[in-house]
C-alpha cells in the first residue's frame, strides 16, 4: 500500500484549534499568532470573572414553565470562591433553609445551573439546553420537580442541593474552566442518590458544550439518556458507560 502523502502545518490546522505549525520569527513566535494567543487569554480571564446573569437566566426558564429558587454557596465574592474551592462546594445557611422549605418529598430529578468558572458559558448556553431537554424527559416521563440557580458553585454543590430536595438524580449545569480555545463551554454533571461526600468517581459528565463543540440538541440527548439509564440502573459514574450515541437520530445530528 503507497504511504499516505505528509500533511502540512496548513491542513494541521484545518483540523484542530490546538496551535500547531504556527511559524516563527527568529527565536519568537510571529506577530500575529502571539496576538491571537494574548486575545484567547483575555477572553479566557473575562470568562471566569464575568457576571453571571441571573435575572436573565430565570426569565428564560420562566418562559419554558419552570419555576426557579436561587441559592449561593459559602463563598463571599468571586474572589473568594477561586481562591477557596471548598467554599463553592457548601450552601450557605440563608440557602440551606430556603431549600429546605421547599422539599417536597422524594422527587426522579433536579435540575441545578450554576456560574462555576465560567459564568459566560451559563449565560450563553444554558437556557438553550434546558430547553431541548425539557421535552425530552416528558417523553420519558420524568418529571423536573426543582430548579436550582447557584452563585458561587462548583460541581459537588449539587450534592447538598439534590440531598436537602430527596432527588434521585441531580444534573448539575456549570460554566466550566475556560480554555483558549473555548472560553465558553458549559459542562453538565449527573449523580444518582446526591448526597455530601460523593465523588467525582460516582457522577457522569457531558462536556465542552458550546458553539464550536457539542451543540445543545446534542448534550440535551445525552443528558437525558443518561438520566434515564441513571434512574433504570441506580447508578451513575464509572459504572454507566454514555452510549447514547448509539441511539442518535439524524434528526438531532450536528449540521454539517
Known amino acids: 500500500m503507497p504511504a499516505s502523502p505528509p500533511r502540512s502545518p496548513g491542513d494541521l490546522r484545518a483540523l484542530t484549534p ?36 441571573t435575572a436573565r437566566l430565570v426569565a428564560s ?40 422549605g421547599r422539599a417536597h418529598g422524594p422527587c426522579d430529578l433536579a435540575l441545578v445551573i450554576a456560574d462555576g468558572l465560567s459564568p459566560t458559558a451559563v449565560n450563553r448556553h444554558a437556557a438553550d439546553v434546558v430547553a431541548r431537554l425539557l421535552p425530552l424527559l ?14 458561587g458553585a462548583r460541581v459537588a454543590l449539587g450534592d447538598e442541593i439534590g440531598e436537602i430536595l430527596d432527588a434521585r438524580v441531580v444534573a ?20 444518582f442518590a446526591p448526597k455530601l461526600g460523593r465523588t467525582d468517581a460516582e457522577r457522569n459528565c457531558v ?9 445543545s ?24 458507560k454514555d452510549e447514547s450515541g448509539e441511539a442518535i437520530s439524524p434528526q438531532i445530528a450536528k449540521p454539517v
Open 61 to 100: 426558564l420562566g418562559e419554558l414553565g419552570l419555576e426557579t429558587v436561587q441559592v449561593a454557596s459559602c463563598a463571599p465574592d468571586r474572589r473568594d470562591y477561586l481562591r477557596r474551592p471548598d467554599l463553592g462546594r457548601t450552601l450557605d445557611p440563608d440557602s440551606r433553609a430556603r431549600l429546605a
Open 217 to 240: 440538541t446534542e448534550a440535551a440527548h445525552k443528558i437525558a439518556w443518561l438520566i434515564r439509564a441513571a434512574l433504570a440502573r441506580q447508578l451513575t459514574g464509572v459504572a454507566l
Open 18 to 53: 490546538a496551535r500547531v505549525g504556527l511559524g516563527r520569527s527568529g527565536s519568537a513566535l510571529p506577530t500575529a499568532a502571539l496576538l491571537d494567543f494574548t486575545l484567547d487569554h483575555a477572553r479566557a480571564r473575562d470568562a471566569v470573572h464575568a457576571a453571571f446573569d
Open 207 to 215: 462536556s465542552n458544550i458550546h458553539g464550536s463543540g457539542l451543540s
Open 138 to 151: 416528558q417523553q420519558s416521563g420524568i418529571a423536573l420537580n426543582d430548579v436550582v440557580v447557584a452563585t
Open 172 to 191: 448539575v449545569l456549570v460554566g466550566e474552566r475556560p480554555g483558549l480555545s473555548a472560553p465558553d463551554s458549559l459542562g453538565a454533571y449527573l449523580t
